[in-house]
């Protein structure tokens, strides 16, 4: 595998499950991101974790629980999602604040 | 805050025209500035960027320059292709605490008919 790699690359839940979103990357890099992608709304970052630490929470509400385990690995758990929470999450890494970031294909939610 | 606007799509052009996608932003300083892609059922790919005033990020044919003047980056090609349809966004960034954080404009649907 290379670049970052995110699975499911769909997920249908209900109100009441409780899944989680994984995200990978294999660029030996040290940051990475969960961003939400809804339609006709601009690309909303969610989270931001730099060497395993989380430097960033944009008022994202507790249903959803992010867990970085090493440099490699992102998780979103999921849990009591709404309707509205339907949508793209994609992932992305970075090497620091210097690089590029990469985004990975995203997880398409959709919440019954 | 920082923002970034671009302009409204969807934008549908013949092949071979020549394209425009207009991008503003609002921000302190001279953050760095990208144009991503995205086609359908993919993630974000980095198209170009350009990192201080004046600068010209180019790729596949795809040219925007950084003016600090008039706080733009608008996106040109001179002449698309069908495969060039997709959703552009335009973003800046700003580093944070060892990583950096992305603000995208709302994205410009583009479809290029044959």
């Known amino acids: 595998e290379t670049g970052v790699t995110q699975t499911p690359r769909h997920l249908v839940m209900g109100m009441t499950n409780k899944k989680s979103l994984k995200c990978e990357q294999h660029l030996g890099h040290n940051a990475m991101y969960w961003y939400k992608q809804s339609a006709k709304k601009p690309l909303e970052l969610m989270f931001v974790y730099s060497l395993e630490e989380r430097v960033e929470n944009n008022s994202v509400p507790s249903r959803f629980s992010p867990e970085c385990p090493n440099s490699s690995h992102l998780f979103l758990h999921l849990h009591t999602l709404q309707p509205e929470d339907s949508a793209l999450y994609l992932c992305?890494?970075?090497?620091?604040?210097?690089?590029?970031?990469?985004f990975g294909p995203g997880t398409r939610l959709t919440v019954l | 805050g920082d923002s970034v606007t671009q302009m409204e799509g969807p934008v549908t052009l013949s092949e071979e025209a020549f394209l425009t996608i207009n991008c503003t932003y609002t921000a302190t300083g001279y953050p760095s500035l990208f144009w991503y892609v995205q086609y359908p059922g993919e993630g974000l790919q980095l198209l170009l960027k350009?990192?201080?005033?004046?600068d010209k990020g180019s790729n596949k044919g795809f040219e925007a320059t950084y003016r600090k003047e008039t706080t733009s980056f608008h996106l040109e090609k001179g002449s698309v292709q069908v495969s060039d349809s997709a959703v552009y966004f335009c973003?800046?960034?700003?580093?944070?605490?060892?990583?950096?954080?992305?603000?995208f404009g709302q994205g410009t649907r583009l479809t290029i008919n044959p």
């Open positions: 992305a890494s970075s090497q620091g604040s210097a690089d590029t970031q990469y």
């Open positions: 973003a800046l960034k700003r580093g944070i605490q060892g990583a950096q954080k992305l603000v």
């Open positions: 350009a990192t201080k005033a004046d």
